[in-house]
């Protein structure tokens, strides 16, 4: 059984760092093709692709958050931690990981994804 | 970055009903287009991935059709359990970009 759980903090102040951590079970991020991506979500609004990490460490990331971003991934610990700086209230949204699935044609999918958590960032 | 725009933002159906739902690439993606269902206050869920293959444990009501830069999502009879938000996302390029989303509501 596949399962994902972010966790971090729920409110954070302007200009703070975030960090969230995934921890997932029933697949190992060491398998070829296999990565860990996160989404985020404001609230009322459409989903917002952020950052994925693969399971040979390479990472990808929005070009508009590029700079405010660090995905890591700790495969002993079934983790992925990502970093945001200088959070900001438009920041505010629920934050999702979830499981890259590389397809034999080379695209890629979600299949699966944690419950998110609601991040809010506030003074 | 690619830009995805579905249409409707939003329609209202009956049970039973054929439901259709467009996304648009705003460059050539080939067939790198996923459709997640997502519930209020759920995390998304995968239904169609490669624009037309089917998910496991996915109802077979639901379909995918189209390549290059346009996409459908159908639903050949509306059922309770449809009434949803639907994205499409591109998975050529990153950043993979979503959709706006499609409210599905009863009418």
């Given at each position: 059984q596949i399962t994902l759980k972010e966790s971090g903090p729920t409110l954070v102040k302007p200009t703070q760092t975030l960090t969230l951590t995934c921890t997932f079970s029933g697949?190992?991020?060491?398998?070829?093709?296999v990565g860990v991506g996160w989404i985020r979500q404001p609230p009322g609004k459409a989903l917002e692709w952020l950052a994925l990490i693969y399971w040979n460490d390479d990472q990808r990331y929005s070009p508009s958050l590029k700079s405010r971003l660090t995905i890591t991934k700790d495969t002993s610990k079934n983790q992925v931690v990502l970093t945001m700086t200088?959070?900001?209230?438009?920041?505010?949204a629920t934050y999702y990981c979830a499981r890259r699935q590389l397809t034999g044609t080379g695209t890629y999918y979600f299949d699966y994804w944690g419950q998110g958590t609601l991040v809010t960032v506030s003074s | 970055d690619i830009q995805m725009t579905q249409s409707p933002s939003s329609l209202s159906a009956s049970v039973g009903d054929r439901v259709t739902i467009t996304c648009r690439a705003s460059?050539?993606?080939?067939?790198y287009l996923n459709w997640y269902q997502q519930k209020p206050g759920k995390a998304p869920k995968l239904l169609?991935?490669?624009?037309s293959s089917l998910q496991s444990?996915?109802?077979?009501?639901f379909s995918g059709s189209g390549s290059v830069t346009d996409f459908t999502l159908t639903i050949s009879s509306l059922q309770p359990e449809d009434f949803a938000t639907y994205y499409c996302q591109q998975?050529?390029?990153?950043?993979g970009t979503f959709g706006q989303g499609t409210k599905v509501e009863i009418k």
């Open positions: 697949f190992s991020l060491s398998t070829s093709g200088n959070m900001d209230p438009v920041d505010t | 460059q050539s993606i080939s067939s169609i991935f490669a624009a444990g996915v109802p077979s009501r998975s050529y390029s990153t950043p």
